[in-house]
């Protein structure tokens, strides 16, 4: 049976790579981790989760091939694996600027007196 168009395996991991940006928690893991390599206790400190909380959304990331860690005796430190991160992140903040503009504008239009 020939797979379809969006079983092909970019596709799939393309989907994959968004279902791992898909939790606000681990957009600003990442946008630290674009700055800077963090420790866990920086990233518990920056974004107040709970330790097992953070654990999870940091093994997401990392079994997607986002980030690797390392350990120095107790420490444990995280690092993007691909620089490149930084720009996805700028690209979605100017698609997000343009859709939420546009959206600004019609309603604009809407609340014009005489506007139908």
Request: glycine share 6%; net charge neutral; proline share 4%.
């Amino acid at each position: 049976m020939p797979l379809s168009k969006l079983d092909q395996p970019l596709y799939a991991a393309q989907s994959d790579l968004f279902r791992a940006l898909g939790h606000p928690a681990r957009i600003r893991i990442l946008e630290l981790l674009v700055e800077s390599d963090q420790s866990v206790a920086s990233l518990l400190a920056e974004i107040g989760l709970e330790p097992s909380t953070l654990s999870q959304h940091l093994a997401i990331v990392k079994r997607t091939g986002l980030v690797e860690s390392s350990r120095q005796g107790n420490a444990v430190t995280y690092r993007l694996v691909d620089s490149s991160m930084g720009q996805l992140f700028a690209a979605a903040r100017n698609v997000l600027a343009s859709t939420l503009g546009r959206s600004r504008q019609a309603l604009e239009e809407l609340e014009r007196p005489g506007a139908q």
